[in-house]
């Protein structure tokens, strides 16, 4: 079965800190896409990075990076030097063919 | 540039009624998604239209029918609402069908 999994309902970070949030996948597909996104409290998602299951490289964004550990199905993000505006909901999603697989999501609280 | 388009941003709806919800792409897209995001959770794949047909469909009953216009915009038509209907509505458009998807800022409707 095709699936996503964060198992860190919410989490308080000190600003300025590194922050890690945690997914991993399920699929039997060879070639899919890994998405996260941060939805504020507005409702719309925000694409922050992406990573396809044949990049050599770990992606990176400005203070957003995606760990990708293929062999552990596990694409986490990293959020270097967190600002209060990194307050969020954290979706990790998969691609496969055309749809988005989505996982239940984290809440980031950054504490000043 | 004009990003996806929602309309209209709440709605609410008495069981038994229909709604239509109104999605407008990103300039240059093609593909138009929706999702239904319930509260507290992700979101869930319902459809995908590309020129003018739909393309793919998720686990969604036929009360939840839609529509691709030739100008790319599209609607999502809920027949019969249910209490379980109520959710926020996501519009995402993208390039082509598997390209990076572009969200609107959701559509809270609320069945009473």
């Known amino acids: 079965a095709q699936k996503i999994t964060q198992t860190q309902p919410g989490m308080f970070v000190q600003e300025k800190e590194a922050v890690t949030l945690d997914c991993t996948y399920d699929?039997?597909?060879?070639?899919?896409?890994l998405f996260w996104y941060k939805q504020p409290s507005s409702g719309e998602m925000i694409f922050l990075i992406y990573q396809g299951s044949y990049d050599q490289q770990n992606a990176t964004e400005g203070r957003y990076s995606l760990n990708f550990q293929k062999a552990r199905k596990s694409a986490n993000l990293v959020i270097s030097a967190s600002q209060l505006g990194d307050s969020a909901m954290y979706f990790c999603a998969m691609r496969v063919t055309y749809q988005l697989i989505w996982g239940a999501g984290t809440k980031l609280i950054i504490k000043p | 540039d004009a990003g996806v388009t929602q309309s209209p941003t709440h709605l609410i709806k008495t069981r038994g009624q229909q709604v239509t919800l109104r999605c407008s792409p990103k300039s240059g897209h093609d593909t138009v998604s929706w999702y239904q995001q319930a509260l507290g959770q992700g979101p869930q794949f319902i459809f995908q239209?590309?020129?003018?047909?739909?393309?793919q469909r998720g686990n969604f009953p036929d009360r939840f029918s839609g529509h691709q216009f030739p100008n790319y915009s599209s609607e999502l038509n809920v027949n019969a609402l249910l209490l379980g209907d109520s959710a926020l509505y996501l519009c995402a458009s993208s390039a082509s069908p598997g390209a990076e998807a572009f969200f609107g800022q959701g559509t809270r409707l609320t069945v009473v």
């Open positions: 699929t039997s597909d060879p070639s899919y896409g």
């Open positions: 239209y590309y020129e003018e047909e739909e393309r």
